[in-house]
Every structure is written in structure tokens, then in C-alpha cells.
């Protein structure tokens, strides 16, 4: 075929991808945003017949669309998506990103001499996201009961939102990780997999098409991703099996065409090193074995880390700020250590994978074989020593609750992981086996207990703390609603949802122009004390007496309005979600309980063990003082009780 026609074939494989269904993918938002509404009110009109018809031509259209339907807990929750104009908006949004980046791979504009690891086309329409966020952002701001106000591009740039934020935070982590590991003797391993050639589009340095991939139907990024995740899964199963523990850290980077492959910073013990790096080894060659017959590092490499030559830290440092900001501290003695690995500056090649990494949905980074980071960050909330022991003292919690949260508290406020890791139970430690998790709850309307529902009359679920060995501790102290600013009047903030205590103005409640001002005005004075957590209001003393529910007026304003466009939740569904959170909290004290017997007994036991042990030992060495045993009468079994 001549070199024209494969041309020809090309350009008729990306047009073919651009089409899907009624939509055609273009760069043109303002189409897309039509082109959504247009789909969410034919649906909302076929509603009124009945949720089954309205199930049924919805279910039609996102099949011809290419796209999958929600993942609601009913066939009302659905339907509610499916007549929501966001709802299509970002799905489409979604879809035609990613239809658009895999026409430019097809015709040969995404390698290391054009647009590497994302084509220019997509790198762009990030950019321009990039801005229609911050200029979101920037016009909205949130204020506290406490009267502070801030934009939530500032509240932004002090979370992990900051590229040097999360950059510093991973750091952290895998740095105290690696502390913690030599402690207790393990070893660490650096690991490299890739996936096989069908999943590579371009031959590096040629600009050529991968006749491979070709033929394997041209797999995207999120393809071979899906590759990756299921060979770690299986590994890990099989570890698991062979009780061959690791933990460390997983980060995915793009290769130049936008395949994507896995670096692997993982810990285990010295005796399973052997074992480990074999059974990964063994996976990760098991497709296409001849494609790698002359060289297996080009699929699978992995180095140990020698702590004499060089930390963990540094080995994957370059790798996290690759894919963050390209911000490091370039090693001494190391040549090129700001390029990357096709002499890209990494100030220029991290915008570019952060824009790979958005446009096919990948999470580059993830830990394994670690405590809940979430419960890290909640505990870094708490700056206030005599609020923790105010919230505490209420509750009465045992001895062992009191010195966990203390300890717990003490590690993360100082910013001390490893201690922070010993004090959940060392690494390798199963959720049910570490004394704190996240502390999750539907999310409450108001003092009277009604459960609150969203866009979509489905339940709210909010994060309000912790629970440490069954006693809950709260984090979060304040209420923040949300106003938009004067500056912000020409903007489009489709993109923002907030929950029922912000102000009425955002699309979330369909309220009218009326109520959204009377709703303003009852916000405002609104806060006159602290707010009721699941019936439980925060100490009065704490609070200098202050009355426990300030959120009536705003129930009057806000919810009793929208109940006519989104109708509470049934009371049935109310009790079943309530008895499933007792059944819950039962469970969890059941399993802390049996762990904390557990403990007790293997602690009992050692203690037995090793006095059965010294008393062998004493048995033993008495007989070879009295001369009526020698040495050559020793069994390996005496000789192992000795030298115990």
C-alpha cells in the first residue's frame, strides 16, 4: 500500500473516531454546550410521561452517543442525570477530548518530534481549562462563621490543588516511608514495567507507525492502562497469596507516543525480595514473551537499592516532578538530571504529562500497603490542642482511644509519616486491624436530622473527622458557605456545585430569582452558634453557650423551596440508611474489639513461648554443667534452644 493511501485510510480512521452518534467531536465549546442541553431536555420532556419512558429514550440516546449511563442508586437518580445539562455536559466534554486526542495518535501527531506525550491540539485545550478554572475560582469566595472570607483560588493554592504542595507531601511520604522500612529491615526495590508493543503507536526516533498497534485496532492510553492495572492486580493477588507482603508507591508516566508504563518504589522484606521480583517478572513477561527474548528490560527492569549509593527518595524523586511541576533540586554529579528522558526540559515536558494524564482520566500516583492517607490530612486540621481535648472529654473514651488519638494527633501535626505509619500499625497492616479510619456520614439538612440530598435526590456523604478505636473526632470546626463576588458577574459557573448550606444561586437547587434573594439575606444572619453534628452539638462550653442549631432560617429559605423541584427522601429510605449506619458502627467496634483480643492473646502467648524457652534453655545448660550431657549429645532441636 503506498504511503498516499495509508494517508487516505488514516484521515478516514480519525473522522470515523470524531463521529459518535448524533455528535460529531470539534473544538467548538459553545456547540458541545448546546448540543448537551438539546439531549437533556428532550429527556426532561419524555419525564413527564413516566421515569420508565424516560429511562428507556435516555438509555438510547447515551448508547448512540458512545457513553455510559449513570451510576445511580435508582432508576430515578438516572433519569435525573440523564435531564441534567451538566450531566451530559462534562460527559461529552469527556468523550470528545479523548475521541479528539486519539485522531491526532492515528495520524501521527503525538511523538518525540511532534507533540510529545499529548498532541498540541489537546496540551492547548488545557491550557484554556486551566483559565476557565482559575477565572471560576477567582469569582467566588467562601466565608466561615467566624466572619473569614477568602476566594477559593486562594483556599486553592493552599491545599493540594498547588502543584508544590502535593509535590512536597508525596515527598514526605516516601521519604519517611523509606525511614521507616530501614527500621525495620526491609528492602527496597525499584521497578519498571512496560506494557507490550501492540500498545506503543510510534516507534521512537522514526515518527513511524507501529505496525503492531495498528493491527491491534490502535488501543489509547486508558487501554494499556487498563493492561497495567490488571497484570498488578493479579500480582498482588498472587502475593497476597503467597503471603509475600510490599508497600510503596505506584507512579504512571507517558512514554513520548502517550503509552502509558509504571514505575514501581516498593518495600518488602530481604528474605522475599528473590521471591517478589520473580513472580512480578513472571507477569510481566507472560504477553508477547518473543517481542523481548533479546532484551526483557525493555519490558520489565528492576533494580534493589543499595541505602550506601542513593535514598528511595532520590530515585523516584525525578519521576514526581516529572509528572507534577518539574520543580526539583537537581542532584550533584548527575548529568541532564532537569531533562527528561528524550532531552526535554522538565519544566516544559511536566505541563505537558499533567495534560496526558487529565485528558484520559490516569491517576499517576498511588500508594499501596499503607494507612489511609485520608486520615492523615484530617488530622492535620486539628492546630488546637484544647478543642481535641474538649471534643474528647465529652465522649469518655477509653484508656486506649485517648493515647491512640493523642499519638496519632502528635505524629501529624508535627508532620512526622513514619511516626504517624508506626502509630496505624506499621505498614502492611489491614484497614481492620489499624485503630483509626475516616469518619463518614451522610450529610444532615439541618439540627432536625433530616438526611440531605443533592442535584439528583440521591444522599450527601461529607467527611467530619475521624474514629479512633469507635470514639468519633471531629476535624472540621466550621461551617463555610459560598457567595459569588461583585468581579464575578461575566463569568459561566456551571462548573460549580456546592452543598445546601452555600448561597442559592448556583443552579444545585433551581431556585427562583426571589427565593435566591431571600435565601442570601437568611445566610447571612444565620450564624449565631455552632452547628449540630448527628444530633450531638459541639460542648456549650467550648462554645461560650451559644444556642446549638443556627441553620432554622435557612431551612425555611432554602430546603422547604427546593423540596418542590427535589422531593426529600422517602422516610423508609431514611430508616434503611440509618440502621445500615448502626449496623456499620457495630460492626466496626465488633472487629476493634476482636483485634484488640487478638493482640492480647499473641501477646500472651509470646510471653508463654519464651518463658517455655528460657526454661529449656536452663533444663539444658544445667545437664552440661553437671557432665551428664555433652555436646556431641546435643539434637539441632537442643541446639537451636540455645542459641535462641
Known amino acids: 500500500m503506498s504511503s498516499h493511501q495509508t494517508a487516505i485510510d488514516r484521515q478516514a480512521m480519525a473522522d470515523a473516531l470524531r463521529r459518535c452518534g448524533p455528535w460529531y467531536c470539534t473544538d467548538d465549546d459553545d456547540a458541545l454546550v448546546s448540543h448537551a442541553e438539546q439531549q437533556a431536555d428532550a429527556i426532561d420532556r419524555i419525564r413527564m410521561g413516566g421515569t420508565a419512558e424516560a429511562l428507556?429514550?435516555?438509555?438510547?440516546?447515551?448508547?448512540?452517543?458512545?457513553?455510559?449511563?449513570?451510576?445511580?442508586?435508582s432508576d430515578r437518580g438516572t433519569v435525573a442525570r440523564l435531564c441534567c445539562g451538566l450531566w451530559w455536559r462534562r460527559q461529552l466534554r469527556r468523550l470528545n477530548a479523548r475521541r479528539l486526542e486519539q485522531a491526532d495518535r492515528i495520524l501521527g501527531r503525538v511523538h518525540d518530534r511532534a507533540g510529545i506525550y499529548v498532541s498540541n491540539r489537546g496540551m492547548e485545550a488545557r491550557r484554556r481549562q486551566h483559565v476557565r478554572n482559575r477565572r471560576i475560582l477567582e469569582a467566588v469566595a467562601a466565608v466561615n462563621e467566624a466572619g473569614q472570607e477568602y476566594t477559593l483560588a486562594e483556599l486553592a493554592e493552599l491545599g493540594l490543588a498547588n502543584p508544590n504542595n502535593r509535590r512536597a507531601e508525596l515527598m514526605l511520604r516516601i521519604a519517611d516511608t523509606e525511614r521507616e522500612a530501614m527500621r525495620l529491615g526491609h528492602v527496597g526495590v525499584f521497578v519498571t514495567i512496560t506494557c507490550p508493543s501492540r500498545f506503543h503507536a510510534v516507534w521512537r526516533g522514526t515518527a513511524r507507525h507501529n505496525p503492531k498497534w495498528t493491527a491491534a485496532d490502535c488501543p489509547d492510553p486508558r487501554e494499556g492502562q487498563?493492561?497495567?492495572?490488571?497484570?498488578?492486580?493479579?500480582?498482588?493477588a498472587k502475593l497476597g497469596r503467597k503471603h509475600l507482603g510490599v508497600y510503596g508507591i505506584r507512579v504512571v508516566e507517558p512514554h513520548h507516543d502517550g503509552c502509558p508504563h509504571w514505575h514501581l518504589l516498593l518495600w518488602t522484606e530481604a528474605q522475599?525480595?528473590?521471591?517478589?521480583?520473580?513472580l512480578l517478572r513472571a507477569y510481566a513477561l507472560a504477553d508477547s514473551a518473543a517481542e523481548v527474548a533479546d532484551d526483557e528490560t525493555v519490558r520489565f527492569d528492576a533494580k534493589v537499592i543499595d541505602p550506601e549509593l542513593g535514598c528511595a527518595a532520590g530515585y523516584v524523586a525525578k519521576y514526581v516532578s516529572k509528572n507534577i511541576n518539574g520543580e526539583q533540586f537537581n542532584r550533584q554529579g548527575v548529568d541532564g538530571d532537569h531533562l527528561d528522558a528524550y532531552g526535554h526540559d522538565l519544566t516544559t515536558s511536566a505541563p505537558r504529562i499533567e495534560a496526558w494524564a487529565a485528558t484520559w482520566g490516569i491517576r499517576q500516583f498511588q500508594f499501596f500497603g499503607l494507612p489511609s492517607v485520608t486520615v492523615w490530612r484530617e488530622l492535620r486540621r486539628l492546630r488546637d490542642p484544647a478543642a481535641l481535648v474538649a471534643w474528647l472529654t465529652e465522649r469518655e473514651p477509653g484508656e486506649d482511644a485517648m493515647l491512640a488519638a493523642s499519638e496519632l494527633r502528635r505524629t501529624a501535626d508535627r508532620g512526622e509519616w513514619a511516626g504517624f505509619l508506626r502509630a496505624m500499625g506499621g505498614p502492611m497492616t489491614k484497614r481492620d486491624h489499624q485503630p483509626a479510619r475516616p469518619w463518614h456520614i451522610d450529610r444532615l439538612a439541618g439540627g432536625g436530622g433530616e438526611i440531605q440530598t443533592g442535584r439528583y435526590g440521591e444522599p450527601l456523604k461529607t467527611t467530619l473527622g475521624i474514629v479512633v478505636h469507635g470514639v468519633e473526632l471531629l476535624t472540621k470546626h466550621h461551617l463555610w458557605t459560598t457567595r459569588r463576588r461583585d468581579s464575578g458577574q461575566g463569568f459561566d459557573l456551571e462548573g460549580l456545585t456546592f452543598g445546601a448550606e452555600g448561597d442559592a444561586w448556583t443552579r444545585v437547587n433551581n431556585c427562583t430569582l426571589r427565593i435566591e434573594r431571600e435565601a442570601r439575606q437568611a445566610i447571612r444572619g444565620a450564624f449565631t452558634g455552632p452547628l449540630r453534628f448527628m444530633g450531638d452539638p459541639l460542648s456549650a462550653k467550648y462554645h461560650g453557650g451559644a444556642p446549638a442549631h443556627p441553620l432554622s432560617r435557612w431551612e425555611?429559605?432554602?430546603?422547604?423551596?427546593c423540596r418542590d423541584m427535589w422531593p426529600p427522601v422517602y422516610q423508609s429510605q431514611i430508616d434503611k440508611i440509618r440502621e445500615r449506619q448502626a449496623a456499620d458502627a457495630e460492626a466496626y467496634r465488633y472487629r476493634s474489639h476482636r483485634a484488640k483480643l487478638t493482640r492480647e492473646l499473641g501477646r500472651i502467648e509470646a510471653a508463654d513461648n519464651r518463658r517455655r524457652l528460657e526454661q529449656g534453655r536452663r533444663v539444658i545448660a544445667g545437664a552440661l554443667l553437671d557432665r551428664t550431657m555433652t555436646p556431641a549429645d546435643l539434637s539441632p532441636e537442643m541446639i537451636e534452644v540455645l542459641t535462641a
Do not use: C, F, M
Not at 56 to 73: F, I, K, Q, S
Not at 226 to 236: D, G, V
Not at 556 to 561: A, F, L, M, Q, V
Open 226 to 236: 487498563a493492561y497495567l492495572q490488571k497484570l498488578w492486580s493479579r500480582a498482588r
Open 56 to 73: 428507556a429514550a435516555g438509555t438510547r440516546r447515551v448508547v448512540a452517543h458512545g457513553l455510559e449511563l449513570p451510576d445511580a442508586e
Open 556 to 561: 425555611r429559605k432554602i430546603t422547604e423551596s
Open 272 to 278: 522475599n525480595v528473590g521471591a517478589v521480583l520473580g
